[in-house]
């Protein structure tokens, strides 16, 4: 960057909130750099969950699990289904799930507490317990205390009788605690799709968890075949009551059939059927024949009728005779002479002619030949009437009896339709008196077989291991439930991060431009005295004097140090931007005490003077004058007495034997208040003014912004202003907030610097990329100079 282009009121715009949210989206590498930063909180949470973990295993009692497999097996009662009129169905998933809720049911419970005397069992009704068990048994009974309940009192109606009921009904209770208790303890699962269902009790007691298991399957098993025979019982006592009815019902109901056709006189044939619909029947097929025979003997009929009224020319042409007649034969007999004449006639009449008398003799015989073939026509006619006559007055006979037939056969046959409803109840109560009779005959019979639909698979054994707690469980648990506890606390410190770490905070959360870190000056923080916030008496115990005086001088004994680096780029960027003075005056300010401007303006105002240019330093924070006595300084006059008395720099400043230093000391002046008015006078610009004609550079030490208004009566004396800020400890608002509500000095405020930097914390801050990340290399680098500075000096 150009400084010549940045002037002291062209200062960069502070960002604005909205761009500075932006800026805090999370994105993967930022996440990344949480998580190393908060490596520390979420190991040491992650071993405080394992400790936990460990507690709770050796806190909490052991648990033995005793296990039996039950089997849904049709096959067992196969020889009860082969008898038995009931459909014989697969397992549903329905039918498992109901199996497991007679497990579940207090019925079955009620059974094994008895059987075992649960409720009398002191390791079973109060069994070891678990501190942390023990620990909500005790909030549990705190929070009941207050609430005002008690044991035994909660009983209904427990508090109005005597003695004996007294005891009894806190037996009952205890018997019902101890059913529900045991309902809620046992487990009861289905195998996969099988039809297996397993059978679980937990406790302390290997031997009670095993016993209680046992005698569990063993209870279902009894309910099971006592459902099956009370369920048997009670259908044979129903069967045997629904069989009398059934009796009585099915025989009169047969009577009624036998007295209604008695009545009606539906007698009925050998195959079944009612005489007159016998009847009726032969009379139809009696029909059909006369129907057909009618028009055999019109269709005859009519065949000679047309051939003799063709007339005697064309009988002979149309006559055919059928063979069964009687004339047949003479008529057959009259066409062959009919024919040998014919052959004769023609041959004599084509030898002789027509004239021949045996011609003629010849034509007469066939003339009279042809007269007796179409008489015997006439009367095969007659003949074949009279059979036509006769089969109609057959037919319309046999119409007339069927139609006789019939009415008497419809009323039979209105009759009938009762009496085979009639017969069709009496068969339905016969059929149905028969299937309950089968059926009390198979109950009875099922009463003798004690077999059910429930085998176990897998009997109980005593449990040679724990169950619970799972040591390998618990402690992935604890490790889990650590972790999660630790990234929520390194979330909250990420959430609570509200101060400066990196150079781009300062640049981009404040608008100011970042001149360097400044690390940490002899080891941690807590080893590192205040100079700023000393008491009022001036006593020091966090450091000895010699070594708050080498704090001063850190410029100048490692002149090749990161801290001696990041000082001479703020005098470059002094140079730059002040290059038309000659004479600079640079204020070094703080928001906070503590934050170490004045280790900061003493080793600046030493590095310029080492460097050959004529430097005053002036101790400035009039009410904690922690420069002087940081460097040891005791003088009973210093920078308020010579303004107080106009007098110049000479008359108080003390000057360093090595560099040629300049300083100005401040002497605490008992509650003197009016600080500011003092820094802000007219005797001060003459102070300033009478410096400016022999130094270069005049570095002020001025008292921090948020306490005093010091620093802002200095201001317009000021060229520019060097900001220290504690790297991690001061707030990015409230520098932003002073900056917003004093643009006179954040105008003049030529750079920040980061003080008391944590080096090795530095790099888990800085992005991708970022010059934080090889700040070990720049640190040996930095070390190796000084090393090589030092040996040169000696």
Same mark, same amino acid.
């Given at each position: ?22 800026? $805090?989206? /999370? ?7 949480? !998580?190393? +930063? #908060? %490596?520390?909180?979420? *190991? ?108 035994? $009192?909660? /009983? ?7 003695? !004996?009921? +007294? #005891? %009894?009904?806190?037996? *009952? ?108 029947? $032969? ?13 055999? %003997? ?127 109840? %009496? ?368």
């Amino acid at each position: 960057m150009n400084y010549a282009n940045f002037p002291l009121d062209k200062r960069m715009p502070l960002p604005s909130t909205e761009a500075e949210k932006g800026e $805090d989206f /999370i994105d993967v590498e930022r996440l990344l750099g949480m !998580a190393a +930063r #908060q %490596a520390k909180v979420v *190991a040491v949470c992650a071993v405080i969950g394992l400790f936990l973990g460990v507690i709770y295993l050796q806190t909490t009692p052991k648990q033995y699990t005793s296990v039996s497999s039950v089997l849904i097996d049709e096959g067992l009662n196969k020889v009860v289904d082969d008898i038995s009129a009931a459909n014989v169905t697969q397992q549903t998933d329905a039918t498992i799930l109901s199996q497991i809720e007679i497990l579940n049911s207090a019925r079955l419970a009620s059974v094994v507490v008895d059987k075992l005397k649960l409720d009398q069992n002191d390791e079973f009704m109060y069994p070891p317990q678990s501190a942390l068990a023990q620990g909500i048994g005790f909030l549990r009974s705190v929070l009941a205390y207050f609430r005002g309940g008690s044991s035994t $009192d909660d /009983i209904p109606g427990i508090q109005n009788v005597d003695a !004996a009921t +007294r #005891q %009894a009904m806190i037996t *009952a209770a205890r018997h019902d605690y101890a059913v529900l208790k045991l309902q809620t303890e046992l487990t009861a699962d289905r195998v996969g799709r099988s039809n297996v269902i397993t059978l679980g009790y937990q406790s302390t007691n290997p031997a009670l968890a095993t016993a209680i298991t046992k005698a569990y399957a063993d209870a279902y098993l009894a309910d099971q075949l006592n459902a099956s025979f009370d369920a048997t019982e009670r259908a044979a006592v129903w069967l045997q009551g629904r069989l009398t009815e059934l009796r009585q019902s099915s025989q009169q109901a047969a009577m009624e059939v036998e007295k209604f056709r008695a009545e009606h006189g539906l007698s009925a044939s050998s195959d079944g059927q009612l005489i007159s619909g016998k009847q009726l029947s $032969d009379l139809n097929a009696q029909l059909i024949i006369a129907q057909a025979d009618t028009a055999r %003997a019109s269709a005859r009929y009519q065949q000679y009728k047309a051939i003799v009224d063709s007339g005697s020319e064309s009988a002979f042409n149309d006559s055919a005779i059928a063979s069964d007649q009687p004339s047949s034969s003479v008529i057959i007999g009259l066409k062959t002479r009919y024919l040998a004449v014919s052959k004769r006639l023609q041959d004599v009449e084509a030898n002789f002619g027509k004239d021949h008398p045996q011609a003629v003799a010849l034509a007469k015989e066939k003339a009279d030949v042809s007269a007796q073939i179409f008489g015997q026509l006439k009367q095969i006619t007659e003949s074949y009437r009279n059979d036509f006559q006769v089969a109609q007055a057959r037919e319309a006979e046999l119409r007339q009896k069927i139609t006789t037939a019939a009415g008497q056969s419809s009323a039979d046959n209105e009759s009938q339709v009762r009496l085979r409803e009639l017969d069709q109840q %009496a068969q339905a109560l016969s059929t149905l008196y028969q299937t309950f009779l089968s059926r009390y005959q198979e109950a009875s019979q099922q009463q003798s077989f004690p077999v059910g639909k429930v085998r176990i698979i897998s009997d109980a054994n005593m449990p040679l291991a724990a169950s619970s707690p799972r040591t390998i469980r618990v402690l992935a648990l604890s490790l889990v439930l650590g972790l999660m506890l630790g990234a929520g606390f390194g979330g909250l410190n990420e959430f609570n991060e509200r101060f400066f770490r990196t150079g781009e905070d300062v640049r981009d959360r404040v608008g100011l431009k970042f001149l360097g870190y400044l690390p940490t000056i002899g080891g941690g923080r807590a080893k590192e005295a205040k100079p700023d916030d000393l008491p009022a008496d001036g006593k020091v115990t966090s450091l000895s004097a010699a070594e708050k005086r080498a704090r001063m001088r850190v410029s100048l004994d490692a002149p090749a140090s990161m801290f001696a680096e990041t000082l001479r780029n703020a005098k470059i960027a002094f140079d730059v931007v002040m290059e038309d003075k000659d004479s600079r005056v640079i204020g070094v300010i703080s928001v906070l005490p503590g934050e170490g401007k004045s280790t900061v303006a003493a080793n600046l105002a030493g590095l310029l003077a080492a460097n050959g240019a004529k430097t005053l330093l002036i101790d400035g924070d009039l009410r904690n004058p922690g420069l002087s006595r940081s460097l040891g300084m005791e003088t009973e006059h210093g920078l308020m007495e010579a303004v107080v008395n106009g007098q110049t720099w000479q008359s108080v400043g003390k000057v360093d034997r090595q560099t040629k230093l300049a300083i100005i000391p401040a002497v605490l002046r008992g509650q003197f208040s009016h600080t500011s008015e003092l820094l802000g006078s007219a005797g001060m610009r003459r102070f300033i003014e009478n410096a400016r004609e022999t130094f270069e550079y005049i570095i002020v030490d001025l008292p921090p912004l948020g306490p005093v208004v010091d620093a802002k009566a200095f201001a317009p004396l000021v060229d520019g202003f060097v900001l220290v800020t504690e790297w991690g400890r001061t707030p990015r608002a409230m520098i932003r907030s002073m900056l917003e509500q004093e643009p006179y000095i954040a105008d003049k405020i030529v750079g920040a610097v980061l003080n008391k930097v944590e080096l090795k914390k530095l790099a888990k801050y800085g992005s991708l990329g970022a010059s934080e990340k090889f700040f070990d290399r720049y640190s040996s680098y930095y070390l190796e100079k000084s090393e090589s500075r030092s040996k040169q000096a000696a």
